[in-house]
């Protein structure tokens, strides 16, 4: 009965949070914290996402280092693995597990054995956040070491809320208010970086927009939505039918909107 009454408070709160105007990323990290009263969670990652693209645009994070970040990047968008985001994206279930995809052999999973396990977490459950065709927004949510894994009650509340926090990402993106606050269009700027996604050099343009657009501005790291524009230029080499050059639309903290490109410099 408490568990019932806490998952039926939980929602309650997800749905108001998500129904009240507020910014994505006051969305994702209050809906998370509500969350935990009918989930338990260790550990959770969510981001905005373009959905055009599916490309992360902005990030909440919680006890998860950020060390851990560009490893996770790289399994999302350069190694065979399930649950990835693209995928779900588009799936029949947007939720699931990773106990579940493995089907009760977390082994079989690189992530789990190479990023989760030295992390001392334990299985993984992951959402993509749509409204019809469209993504919004991805959420990863790690628990404690355990053979258990998520329960399928709780995976049906995650699922639940989907639309919900998928309603909330995009009247936060299209109904905020634009204000730029400068005149003019900002320079174009260049980030040079390696296969790895670590910054070799930059312009002083680039500088100013990635202040604009960091996760958040006590982190020293790039912003996570260039990492992985970056990293998706990588998968795309693997293909010779690749299209184009992938890119994201990012928004600033003043009200612009960015677009990042990435593609290969040859020497």
């Given at each position: 009965m408490g568990q019932h009454r806490s998952t039926d408070r939980a929602r309650r709160d997800i749905v108001r949070l998500c129904h009240s105007g507020l910014d994505a990323d006051t969305v994702l990290s209050e809906s998370l914290t509500a969350l935990r009263a009918a989930v338990p969670i260790a550990a959770y990652w969510a981001a905005t996402t373009d959905p055009a693209t599916v490309l992360f645009t902005g990030s909440v994070i919680d006890a998860i280092?950020?060390?851990?970040?560009?490893?996770?990047?790289?399994?999302?968008?350069?190694?065979?693995?399930?649950?990835?985001?693209?995928?779900?994206?588009?799936?029949?279930?947007?939720?699931?597990?990773?106990?579940?995809?493995?089907?009760?052999?977390?082994?079989?999973?690189?992530?789990?054995?190479?990023?989760?396990?030295?992390?001392?977490?334990?299985?993984?459950?992951?959402?993509?956040l749509r409204t019809g065709d469209a993504c919004w927004g991805v959420l990863c949510l790690h628990r404690e070491p355990s053979p258990a894994g998520f329960r399928p009650d709780e995976i049906v509340f995650v699922r639940s809320m989907t639309a919900h926090l998928a309603e909330g990402l995009r009247?936060?993106?299209?109904?905020?208010?634009?204000?730029?606050?400068?005149?003019?269009?900002?320079?174009?700027?260049?980030?040079?970086?390696?296969?790895?996604?670590?910054?070799?050099?930059?312009?002083?343009e680039a500088s100013v927009l990635l202040a604009?657009?960091?996760?958040?501005?006590?982190?020293?790291?790039?912003?996570?939505?260039?990492?992985?524009?970056?990293?998706?230029?990588?998968?795309l080499e693997?293909?010779?039918?690749?299209?184009?050059?992938?890119?994201?639309?990012?928004r600033t903290r003043s009200g612009r909107w960015l677009v990042a490109h990435a593609s290969r410099l040859h020497t």
């Open positions: 280092p950020e060390s851990a970040t560009p490893l996770f990047l790289a399994n999302e968008f350069l190694d065979p693995d399930v649950n990835h985001f693209r995928v779900l994206a588009t799936a029949p279930d947007p939720v699931r597990s990773l106990f579940d995809a493995t089907e009760g052999t977390p082994d079989a999973s690189a992530r789990y054995r190479d990023i989760l396990t030295p992390l001392g977490m334990g299985d993984e459950l992951r959402a993509a009247a936060a993106v299209l109904l905020s208010e634009v204000d730029s606050g400068a005149d003019g269009h900002p320079a174009p700027g260049l980030l040079l970086l390696d296969d790895a996604g670590t910054l070799l050099a930059r312009t002083p604009e657009v960091a996760d958040h501005p006590a982190r020293a790291a790039l912003p996570q939505a260039i990492v992985a524009v970056a990293m998706r230029l990588r998968s693997q293909d010779p039918n690749s299209p184009a050059v992938p890119r994201i639309r990012l």
